[in-house]
């Protein structure tokens, strides 16, 4: 069975950058959409951001143009950079196959001074 696993989250500052990663367990053969949520605590997981299996990025939300959502195929690995970090992108990060109803642990990123 297929696993998620994130990494890369941690405390940043205000105006730094982190890379989360989000590796699969095994192939899933580049084939699917993977996607970044976030959640913070009270509110309903929210999409940051998406990637097609040919590498067509969408962020639905107001991050566009400080996160990038790319993917590694061969590492079986998709990731989100945070570019300018802002105190509201705190939460925990999750990613997802939909098409596999899989979902990562999660990763906690706080953004504070």
Same mark, same amino acid.
């Given at each position: 069975?297929?696993?998620?696993?994130?990494? $890369?989250? $941690?405390?940043?500052? =205000? !105006? !730094?950058?982190?890379?989360?990663?989000?590796? *699969?367990? +095994?192939?899933? !053969?580049?084939?699917?959409?993977?996607?970044?949520?976030?959640?913070? @605590?009270?509110?309903?997981?929210?999409?940051?951001? &998406?990637?097609? @299996?040919? !590498?067509? @990025?969408?962020?639905?939300?107001?991050?566009?143009? +400080?996160?990038?959502? &790319? +993917?590694?195929?061969?590492?079986?690995? *998709?990731?989100?950079?945070?570019?300018?970090?802002? =105190?509201?992108?705190?939460?925990?990060?999750?990613?997802?196959?939909?098409?596999?109803?899989?979902?990562?642990?999660?990763?906690?990123?706080?953004? &504070? =001074?």
């Amino acid at each position: 069975q297929v696993q998620l696993v994130e990494s $890369g989250g $941690g405390l940043v500052e =205000p !105006g !730094g950058s982190l890379r989360l990663s989000c590796a *699969a367990s +095994r192939g899933t !053969g580049g084939i699917h959409t993977m996607v970044w949520y976030r959640q913070t @605590p009270g509110n309903e997981r929210e999409k940051v951001a &998406s990637i097609s @299996p040919g !590498g067509l @990025p969408e962020y639905p939300g107001s991050e566009k143009g +400080r996160f990038t959502i &790319s +993917r590694d195929s061969d590492k079986n690995t *998709a990731y989100l950079q945070i570019n300018n970090a802002q =105190p509201e992108d705190t939460g925990v990060y999750s990613c997802n196959i939909p098409f596999l109803l899989l979902w990562g642990q999660g990763t906690q990123v706080t953004v &504070s =001074p």
